[in-house]
Nanobody
């Protein structure tokens, strides 16, 4: 059974930081491209950042220079370090893993940026 479990969300003031984590089980983690997506109310889910099996990274333009994605294959875990957070970063953040024709989602963690 595949599981992706996110943690680390919460309420933070504008300009603050959070680190999200996603731990996977049931997949050959090191072979998967892992990513973070987000969905704000009444908006479509969008890619925030992803990292390939060879650690190549890709970021949404709006988060470049503020967010950093990383992975630890020994722990089957990816991270998203989010700095200089803005109110428009408020969303549910979802972990995604894809390998070949398969893809899996976590249940999401809420990030709220507000004063």
């Amino acid at each position: 059974q595949v599981q992706l479990v996110e943690s680390g969300g919460g309420l933070v003031q504008p300009g603050g930081s959070l680190r999200l984590s996603c731990t996977a089980s049931g997949i050959i983690f090191r072979l998967y491209t892992m990513g973070w997506y987000r969905q704000a109310p009444e908006k479509q889910r969008e890619l925030v950042a992803d990292i390939s099996s060879i650690h190549s990274t890709n970021y949404k333009d709006a988060v470049k220079g503020r967010f950093t994605i990383s992975r630890d294959n020994a722990k089957n875990t990816i991270y998203l370090q989010m700095n200089s957070l803005k109110p428009e970063d408020t969303a549910v953040y979802y972990c995604n893993g894809r390998g070949g024709a398969t893809g899996y989602w976590g249940r999401g963690t809420q990030v709220t940026v507000s004063s």
